[in-house]
């Protein structure tokens, strides 16, 4: 799927001029807070080899990532804690750190392209498009914000917990990142909800 302006040219016609694209990082991952980010881009603007966050090598991450603050017209970058993702759900944490990251935008938008297929809860017009981080160029570029700003929070969390090897597995649960846990328990920047098979292991 080739990045477009499709989703774009229907809202400009309804007077829409200020489109962001949102994305979030850390979903999936057992620590750390889940991150969000919004762009508005320059009206036709697309840096060079702009995609899918997840299609992309982390030098190409960082680069596209200084591209991107440089020259969009607005971006927001923000985050829902490990706290809060506890006190309601990562989903819900996820759309919380969204509405934050809109919030941010100087100039504001007007109308929002969310990636997914859940839209809520905005105050601002919205939709949600599947996939949109393939599809949508500020959609990708809020991805590469989102992907590249909590990477570097997950360097930050290996400094402080060493022994859990955040840095390399940026807080998934593979093996080694289960086995620490095992060895060493869990700390505060790991998510209650998500390591629950320590407390059912403990109870075998």
């Known amino acids: 799927m080739m990045l477009d302006n499709n989703y774009l040219l229907p809202l400009r016609a309804q007077g829409y001029a200020a489109i962001c694209g949102v994305d979030e990082a850390g979903r999936g991952p057992l620590c750390g807070p889940v991150v969000a980010a919004a762009v508005i881009l320059p009206d036709g603007w697309c840096p060079d080899g702009l995609n899918d966050s997840k299609k992309l090598s982390e030098k190409k991450r960082e680069m596209l990532f200084?591209?991107?603050?440089?020259?969009?017209?607005?971006?927001?970058?923000?985050?829902?804690s490990v706290a809060e993702i506890d006190a309601m759900n990562i989903l819900e944490a996820s759309l919380l750190a969204m509405r934050r990251a809109i919030e941010q935008l100087s100039p504001a938008?007007?109308?929002?392209?969310?990636?997914?297929?859940?839209?809520?809860?905005?105050?601002?017009?919205?939709?949600?498009?599947?996939?949109?981080?393939?599809?949508?160029?500020?959609?990708?570029?809020?991805?590469?914000?989102?992907?590249?700003?909590?990477?570097?929070?997950?360097?930050?969390?290996?400094?402080?917990?060493?022994?859990?090897?955040i840095a390399k597995h940026k807080g998934y649960g593979t093996k080694a990142h289960m086995e620490a846990l095992r060895k060493y328990g869990p700390t505060p920047i790991h998510r209650r909800q998500f390591i629950r098979f320590l407390d059912r292991e403990a109870q075998t």
């Open 66 to 80: 200084d591209e991107i603050i440089s020259g969009a017209v607005a971006y927001g970058i923000a985050e829902a």
């Open 109 to 165: 938008a007007d109308y929002a392209l969310i990636d997914g297929n859940i839209c809520r809860g905005f105050s601002l017009p919205a939709q949600a498009v599947i996939g949109g981080d393939a599809k949508v160029a500020e959609i990708a570029a809020a991805s590469i914000l989102a992907k590249v700003t909590r990477d570097r929070m997950c360097i930050d969390l290996d400094a402080a917990y060493p022994e859990y090897g």
